[in-house]
């Protein structure tokens, strides 16, 4: 099983992008799938995340409101819209996919399925 994520690029302050994260391979249960992003020299920063079963999200406050993340159970892949994008959302961004229970501070830790990350870089 692989995540592959997608949908980075170079965009302008307020822009819109959205990454894709496709599952390919066997299935495989989840509980969650989320997405991450980190730069360089700092770890790695949770940005939201969705439950597979019943879709609900949650976010990190510096994206609450600007940044919706969804997922197509029949198309086996997370989607986050980010809208209004600024400078410090530019980051890699990484997608992942595992067990972890329902609001864990520790989905990063638990989320065992990665995938690699897709670059976002938002100038200002």
């Known amino acids: 099983v692989q995540l592959q994520a997608f949908g980075g690029g170079l965009v302008q302050a307020g822009g819109v992008l959205r990454l894709s994260c496709a599952a390919s391979g066997r299935t495989f249960s989840r509980n969650v799938m989320a997405w991450f992003r980190q730069t360089p020299g700092k770890e790695r920063q949770f940005v939201a995340v969705i439950r597979w079963n019943g879709g609900i999200t949650a976010y990190a406050d510096a994206v609450k409101g600007r940044f919706t993340i969804s997922r197509d159970k029949s198309e086996d892949t997370a989607y986050l819209q980010m809208n209004s994008l600024q400078p410090e959302d530019t980051a890699v961004y990484y997608c992942?996919?595992?067990?972890?229970?329902?609001?864990?501070?520790?989905?990063?830790?638990?989320?065992?399925?990665w995938g690699r990350g897709t670059l976002v870089t938002v100038s200002s």
């Open positions: 992942a996919a595992g067990n972890p229970a329902w609001g864990t501070r520790y989905y990063a830790r638990l989320c065992g399925l």
